[in-house]
């Protein structure tokens, strides 16, 4: 008696990994293009040669604004400009 309950519960841990497989699969299908949008407007903020004026950058941020507002984003500029320019949250996660 207990082997048959030791199969079935095998059974039914089998059935939950693939339960559980079936759920990561689908997660890792759906990306968000509004989270894509701000880590490639993050590199590009990051990586533009400013002028002493600023206004490339500045460029850069109003640009990806428009695109992010499309996406979805419900900030203002001022506070897109600073969520591409934060690179301590890069720093801090390429640290850990």
């Known amino acids: 008696m207990r082997a048959g309950r030791f199969y079935d519960a095998l059974r039914r841990l089998s059935e939950a990994i693939l339960e559980v497989e079936a759920a990561l699969k689908?997660?890792?299908?759906?990306?968000?293009?509004?989270?894509?949008?701000?880590?490639?407007?993050r590199r590009q903020y990051r990586q533009a040669r400013d002028s002493k004026s600023g206004r490339r950058r500045e460029t850069?941020?109003?640009?990806?604004?428009n695109e992010a507002?499309?996406?979805g984003f419900r900030g203002g500029f001022d506070?897109?400009?600073?969520?591409?320019?934060?690179?301590?949250?890069?720093?801090?996660s390429s640290s850990n």
Do not use: G, K
Not at 28 to 37: C, F, G, K, T
Not at 79 to 92: F, G, H, K, Q, V
């Open 60 to 65: 850069i941020a109003r640009m990806s604004y």
């Open 79 to 92: 506070e897109w400009e600073r969520e591409i320019a934060d690179t301590s949250r890069t720093r801090e």
């Open 26 to 41: 689908e997660m890792r299908s759906d990306h968000d293009p509004l989270a894509s949008h701000i880590f490639a407007s």
């Open 69 to 71: 507002s499309s996406l």
